[in-house]
């Protein structure tokens, strides 16, 4: 008897009111379904008013941590990876939660560069109150907070650490979500937090996750 090929199952995209209506309701997003939300953020498919409902649904119905897995998976993957396989020490990161004046970077990334490990890091939007490392640094004369990707990893590779403005290819979708989230007063939405910052860092620091 012949065998049957069965194909693999085609992806259905589903209506925005859906995707905002199944969270509102506690519904739980496939890995398709959060691909398909990030891939239609970034290509500006999305209408604003529609992206303002799933942020607000999510922030009251938060993710489940698989959930919360894929976005951030999927948000890293919506720009860039810094390819950093060519510098072989370990390499780290870390996540500071701000607050006025905030000073952890400015120790923490040298020091780590002194011990023998590589510490890109890259710095994103913050609270309106914050004064950020970059703004620290860019007190100093000279000092260049814009790198491109090439330049960051050259750096890395030379001085075993580096502190940039992040780059708009790195997590772009990002950007876009915390906007929204500024703008809907969502900003404290547990799981849109860990993948906005897991997306940035893991981009940063590629190896982390595989």
């Known amino acids: 008897m012949r065998k049957t090929i069965v194909s693999a199952r085609k992806f259905v995209k589903p209506s925005f009111a859906y995707l905002i209506e199944k969270k509102r309701e506690g519904g739980e997003f496939t890995h398709d379904e959060i ?6 953020i ?26 919360t897995a894929i976005l951030s998976e999927e948000m890293m993957l919506s720009g860039e990876v810094v390819d950093l396989s060519r510098i072989t020490k370990p390499k780290i990161d870390k996540y ?12 923490l990334v040298p020091l780590a560069a002194a011990c023998g490990v590589v510490m890109p890091n890259m ?35 030379d001085v075993g650490c580096a502190i940039a403005e992040q780059l708009t290819d790195i997590a772009p979708v990002d950007g876009i979500l915390y906007e929204m989230r500024h703008n809907t007063a969502t900003i404290p939405s547990i799981p ?19």
């Open 96 to 107: 500071s939660t701000g607050g006025v004046g905030d000073k952890t970077s400015l120790v």
């Open 123 to 157: 710095n994103s939007m913050d609270e309106d109150f914050v004064i950020s490392t970059l703004d620290k640094l860019s007190a100093i004369p000279g000092f260049n907070p814009k790198l491109e990707i090439d330049d960051f990893v050259d750096q890395l590779s």
């Open 42 to 67: 970034i290509d500006k498919e999305m209408p604003q008013y529609q992206m303002a409902a799933l942020v607000m649904a999510i922030f009251f119905q938060s993710m489940s941590a698989q959930e």
């Open 192 to 210: 849109l937090i860990t993948g906005s910052v897991l997306s940035r860092k893991l981009a940063q620091v590629p190896r982390a996750w595989s």
């Open 35 to 40: 691909r398909y939300i990030v891939d239609s």
